[in-house]
């Protein structure tokens, strides 16, 4: 099974507007984080935002928010207010393994390429 | 900081030559990660180390992989003999063990085409 399922292959969205980008994941363990990545054409991983798995409210990181919804195993990001060079292909990723360290991998999902258009 | 660097950015090279990949983390990171990235696969972990010791290889897909890291400051992935199914990205990755956030920083990858 999949641990991290993005189920947009690509998606469009108007300058200035918000967009939301679906990602489900899968774990049996009750310490996990979930991360965002951003990948320009340029190729380079750049890290967007994390919500960790005992996090009380929805992380944010200026026009990012991360939608966590523990029951649905559900962590989607909104970006709000959309620039052209938001464009780029999206990954979201997870950890498992505690706080011990011992599984302190990341497992990406499939990703999703975002479009900003004029 | 000079964040993670891989280096080189690009190699291309004759099926089965040796090709050789380097990664130097960021000072104080206790975990590197080497991953592969393909359109076909996406971006798939190949190995993980610890305080320079290999934790995880279950990714590496063949006995042509090997992967060392000598020391805090340097990585290395090689490829003997190169097939060109080995074509890819290959990103090194390291974090810092903290409770909490583990803040992953990756490099800017080694573009390799086995022609």
């Known amino acids: 099974a999949q641990k991290i399922t993005q189920t947009q292959p690509g998606m469009f969205v108007q300058e200035k507007e918000a967009v939301t980008l679906d990602c489900t994941y899968d774990t049996s363990d009750p310490s996990y984080g979930l991360f965002w990545y951003k990948q320009p054409s340029s190729g380079e991983m750049i890290f967007l935002i994390y919500?960790?798995?005992?996090?009380?409210q929805n992380a944010t990181e200026g026009r990012y928010s991360l939608n966590f919804q523990k029951a649905r195993k559900s962590a989607n990001l909104v970006i709000s207010a959309s620039q052209l060079g938001d464009s780029a292909m999206y990954f979201c990723?997870?950890?498992?393994?505690?706080?011990?360290?011992?599984?302190?991998?990341?497992?990406f999902g499939t990703g999703t390429q975002l479009k900003v258009e004029l | 900081d000079a964040g993670v660097i891989q280096s080189p950015r690009h190699e291309v090279t004759e099926m089965g030559q040796e090709v050789t990949l380097r990664c130097k983390p960021i000072?104080?990171?206790?975990?590197l990660f080497w991953y592969r990235q393909t359109m076909m696969r996406g971006l798939e972990l190949l190995i993980y180390f610890n305080n320079n010791v290999p934790i995880d290889d279950s990714g590496m897909p063949e006995d042509r992989f090997s992967a060392k890291m000598p020391n805090a400051s340097f990585s290395t992935l090689k490829i003997q003999p190169s097939e060109p199914r080995d074509s890819a990205v290959y990103f090194c990755a390291s974090s810092p063990y903290r409770q909490g956030y583990y803040g992953y920083t990756f490099g800017s990858g080694t573009r390799l085409t086995v022609v």
């Open positions: 000072s104080g990171h206790d975990y």
């Open positions: 919500q960790g798995s005992y996090d009380q």
């Open positions: 990723a997870m950890r498992e393994g505690g706080l011990t360290g011992g599984g302190n991998k990341l497992t």
